[in-house]
């Protein structure tokens, strides 16, 4: 989908289903505005306002510990799974002090980070019960 038909297609998403609308795209875009319950409609106008169009507002990095609503159980933090991965490793201090995004890893990023010791020797005990 073209990036300029997205509040298109997600007003058109909203008007027959204003939850849907709101978990897949409007609490993202409302957190990148700083600002809290608009629908697209309002969105585009708000962004426009600021000089932006929603490709502008949607290019914003996400930031860690954002919330979202939704259905519960799933309300909280919104991790897909490199970036939960990332998330994971900042938590654990595997960055130090970088001021790192894990919502900006992609599935990429994590499986090129070069973070693990490659001439880890396993104890004998593990290399005899490894099936593999």
């Known amino acids: 989908l073209a ?3 997205v509040p298109i297609a ?10 849907t609308a709101d978990i897949m795209m409007n609490q993202a ?6 600002v809290t319950g608009m629908g697209m409609s309002d969105i585009t106008a708000t962004a426009a306002e ?13 930031q860690d ?10 309300d909280g933090k919104s991790y897909v799974c490199s970036c939960y991965v990332a998330a994971f490793y900042k938590v654990a201090g595997l960055f130090g002090d970088l001021n790192v995004q894990a919502t900006e890893f992609s599935p990429k990023d994590i499986c090129q980070i070069d973070v693990f ?10 290399a005899k019960a490894d099936p593999g």
Request: with cysteine; hydrophobic share 35%.
């Open 29 to 34: 875009l409302n957190h990148r505005l700083n």
């Open 50 to 62: 600021r000089g932006m169009s929603v490709s502008d507002v949607m290019a914003e990095i996400e």
């Open 117 to 126: 010791n490659k001439t880890y020797e396993r104890p004998e005990a593990c």
């Open 3 to 5: 990036a300029h038909l």
């Open 10 to 19: 997600f007003g058109m998403v909203q008007s027959v289903n204003y939850q």
């Open 65 to 74: 510990g954002w919330i979202y609503h939704g259905d519960k159980p799933r």
